[in-house]
């Protein structure tokens, strides 16, 4: 069984001092606060900015030495498509260097849009980005579900990247849930499912979203299934708004534990 890691994508946010953080807190105090009550975060200020080893060193310092980070890809390699990757791969590899060398470096998430089509172009794009961080733990999570193929399976589980696995609106072209396993650890994203708000809302008003236990259900057999064929797990939810995802994170995570 899988070693499983419950937690929330970012940790930084206003909002959150009241339903999570105590009154007052300072948030240069969030990260170990927070690690006090999850054992990893998704951090995803590096799709906005690349990451700095300084800062980086920093959260390092912040947790104890279980405590595992996963870190979104910087957008100028996922979003705003160069013909080569290669200068923005070294420069973020060099920023993550911390969790590296401290061995708390869970994953590297790629996450690519909606308009990054199935095509021969795009396919080349994401061989060559895959090899800039070869040696590191990768996963890929497609918006699109052109890229649900077979063939696609079969790539990434013989370069051992992991296909994450996302709960979203059920809306024409987006993923399903899904429990394929393509490396030796899995990633499950939950983004919550508001539809009105999933194509004309922001970063905060799409992922507008709290679970309900009936929804949250639905995933252990799922979960299961994965934790049983896998090292390690990570659980992430992004519905960040109002603190929406702390709330389901606890709870999954004694639906789990029941």
């Known amino acids: 069984m899988a070693n499983i890691y419950i937690g929330t994508s970012g940790y930084s946010y206003k909002d959150w001092v009241g339903p999570f953080y105590p009154a007052k807190t300072k948030q240069q105090d969030f990260l170990k606060l927070y690690a006090n009550e999850f054992n990893t975060v998704e951090l995803n200020f590096t799709y906005y900015r690349q990451p700095e080893a300084k800062t980086i060193a920093g959260m390092v310092e912040a947790t ?23 200068k923005e791969a070294i420069q973020f ?130 979960i299961k299934s994965i934790a049983g064929r896998v090292k390690t797990l990570f659980i992430f939810f992004n519905n960040h708004q109002k603190g929406q995802a702390v709330v389901n994170t606890q709870r999954l995570k004694k639906l789990l534990e029941e």
């Open 64 to 86: 104890h030495e279980d405590f595992l980070f996963t870190i979104k890809a910087y957008q100028g390699l996922t979003h705003e498509i160069s013909s080569d990757p290669h």
């Open 93 to 222: 590899r060099e920023g993550i260097s911390p969790l590296i060398e401290t061995s708390k470096l869970g994953a590297v998430l790629l996450q690519f849009p909606y308009h990054f089509h199935y095509t021969d172009e795009n396919r080349r794009y994401l061989q060559r980005l895959c090899s800039e961080f070869e040696n590191l733990p990768l996963t890929i999570e497609f918006r699109n579900s052109e890229w649900l193929k077979e063939s696609v399976y079969e790539t990434l589980q013989k370069i051992d990247i992991a296909l994450a696995s996302v709960d979203e609106p059920d809306l024409p072209k987006l993923l399903k849930p899904t429990d394929r396993v393509t490396a030796h650890f899995s990633y499950i994203r939950f983004h919550g499912r508001n539809r009105e708000n999933w194509w004309t809302g922001d970063n905060r008003t799409r992922y507008d979203y709290l679970y309900n236990d009936q929804e949250l259900r639905e995933w252990i057999p799922r």
